[in-house]
């Protein structure tokens, strides 16, 4: 399964049940959430197209006085305008001035985001055998089937120590009276059988 954006180590998302592969490419990848109490966050107060700014400069002195005056008293001393180029190819297609500030949260706000961030970011489960991507508590993507092999391993390699799984000691064992030749010391991890120390 592979998103539609998928490109090898550039974008999208890539998962293999069989193999148990899986690539993710993300620029923003949300594990975990900001505390509940408030936190200092940055308020947009406006944004304009390079071409929607007065040209003549007193006209802008203007127009920026008076976006100023409209952000709280208390916040315009961290108030700020950025200009940015925000064309795709950054060929100076689309350049925009905003102007931000930055504030505490108020509780209400704090409270808010907290609750939404429940469920926002992408999600990653396995459970039951079914894996399922969800987006901002939306499904996006879910896989029934992916489990492990009901059949444990014959054996497994701890340490560069080899350990036979007990299950398979007992299905290969012989009954009857054999003569015992030789006596073998072993310790069991995890339901597999191999040598002590």
């Known amino acids: 399964m592979q998103s539609n954006d998928y490109v090898q180590a550039m974008s999208g998302l890539l998962f293999n049940p069989k193999t148990g592969e899986f690539e993710l490419n993300t620029t923003k990848l949300q594990v975990g959430m900001l505390p509940s109490d408030p936190q200092q966050i940055t308020i947009t107060a406006g944004e304009w197209p390079d071409n929607e700014l007065p040209s003549n400069a007193i006209e802008r002195y203007a127009f920026i006085g008076a976006e100023l005056e409209k952000i ?6 961290s ?5 940015e180029d925000f064309s795709f190819d950054r060929d100076g297609s689309d ?14 706000e704090a409270k808010a ?46 340490d560069g ?37």
């Open 95 to 108: 350049y925009r001035t905003t102007l931000t500030y930055a504030r505490q949260e108020t509780q209400d």
């Open 79 to 83: 108030a700020e305008f950025t200009t």
């Open 113 to 158: 985001r907290h609750e939404k961030n429940k469920a926002a970011g992408t999600r990653i489960s396995l459970v039951g055998g079914v894996l399922s991507i969800s987006h901002d508590g939306v499904l996006r993507t879910q896989i029934d089937g992916v489990q492990m092999d009901e059949k444990p391993a014959p054996f497994i390699i701890i």
């Open 72 to 77: 709280p008293a208390e916040f315009r001393e």
């Open 161 to 197: 120590v080899m350990y036979i799984n007990g299950a398979c000691i007992k299905e290969a064992s012989l009954t009857g009276n054999l003569s015992v030749r030789s006596l073998i010391s072993a310790k069991v991890i995890n339901g597999y059988t191999g040598p002590t120390a």
